[in-house]
C-alpha cells in the first residue's frame, strides 16, 4: 500500500528557533515530493523536489529529497509567527494523484 | 484571475440528503482533482480527471459521483449522505501533472 509519513504530527517551538520537519514514503511509480503550506484555508505550494532536483530553497524554507533513504526534510531557520500552519508532505505518481501525509501542524510563539 | 473556485463554502446536511458540490477553473488545466481531508489523515483523493468528459475513481470513491462535461467544470455529487461523509472537500487542478497543484478553498461539509 502506498504511504507518506510525516513526523513529528505536532511541533511548538518559539519565534526564531529553527526546525525540521520529516517526511518518508513508500510508493509506487514516484514521480515527484511535493511541500504544501495549509493555514486556515487552501493549501499552498512551496516545493517541488525530483530525481533531477533535490535540493530547493526559498528564502528560510529549504527542502532536500533522499531518493536512496526515500525520505525528505523541511527546514524552516529564523521562525515567525506568521510560519505557523499546517505542512503538508506529497508524493505525485505518474500524473494522475497525489499521495499525501498527515500533515504536520507547526505553532511558533512570539 | 480566480484559480480554482469551490462552490458552496459551507453546507450542513441531514443523513439521507443529497447535494452537489461545484469545482470550477480558469486556467485552462487539464487535470483536475476532488480530495476529502479529515483530521489526522491528511488529504485522500476521491474521483480525479484527466480531461473533459474523463473520471477515475481515486483511493476513496465510494458515496460519490462525478462529472466533467466541460473542461472548466468539475462537480462532486453526493446521492445519500451520510454522517462519515462530513469532512472538509478540497478541489484541485493541474495542468499536465507535471507541477504543484491550484487548490480551491474548500467546502466544509456537516453531515447529521
Known amino acids: 500500500e502506498d504511504k507518506v509519513v510525516q513526523s513529528p504530527l505536532s511541533l511548538v517551538v518559539h519565534e526564531g528557533d529553527t526546525v525540521t520537519l520529516n517526511c518518508s514514503y513508500e510508493?509506487?511509480?514516484?514521480?515527484?515530493l511535493l511541500w504544501y503550506k495549509q493555514e486556515k484555508k487552501a493549501p499552498t505550494f512551496l516545493f517541488m523536489l525530483?530525481?533531477?532536483?533535490i535540493e530547493k530553497k526559498s528564502g528560510r524554507l529549504s527542502s532536500i529529497l533522499d531518493k536512496k533513504e526515500l525520505s525528505s526534510i523541511l527546514n524552516i531557520t529564523a521562525t515567525q509567527t506568521g510560519d505557523s500552519a499546517i505542512y503538508l508532505c506529497?508524493?505525485?505518481?505518474?500524473?494522475?494523484?497525489?499521495?499525501f501525509g498527515q500533515g504536520t501542524r507547526l505553532t511558533i510563539n512570539p | 484571475n480566480a484559480g480554482v473556485t469551490q462552490t458552496p463554502k459551507f453546507r450542513v446536511l441531514k443523513t439521507g440528503q443529497s447535494m452537489t458540490l461545484l469545482c470550477a477553473q480558469d486556467?485552462?488545466?487539464?487535470?483536475m482533482y476532488w480530495y476529502r481531508q479529515d483530521p489526522g489523515m491528511g488529504l485522500r483523493l476521491i474521483h480525479y480527471?484527466?480531461?473533459?468528459?474523463?473520471?477515475a475513481k481515486g483511493e476513496v470513491p465510494d458515496g460519490y459521483n462525478v462529472s466533467r462535461l466541460k473542461k472548466q467544470n468539475f462537480l462532486l455529487g453526493l446521492e445519500s449522505a451520510a454522517p462519515s461523509q462530513t469532512s472538509v472537500y478540497f478541489c484541485?487542478?493541474?495542468?499536465?501533472?507535471?507541477?504543484?497543484?491550484?487548490f480551491g478553498s474548500g467546502t466544509r461539509l456537516t453531515v447529521v
Open positions: 510508493v509506487t511509480n514516484f514521480r515527484s
Open positions: 480527471s484527466v480531461g473533459e468528459g474523463t473520471t
Open positions: 525530483t530525481s533531477s532536483g
Open positions: 486556467m485552462n488545466h487539464e487535470y
Open positions: 484541485a487542478s493541474n495542468m499536465d501533472g507535471s507541477y504543484g497543484y491550484t
Open positions: 506529497a508524493v505525485a505518481q505518474g500524473a494522475q494523484k497525489l499521495v
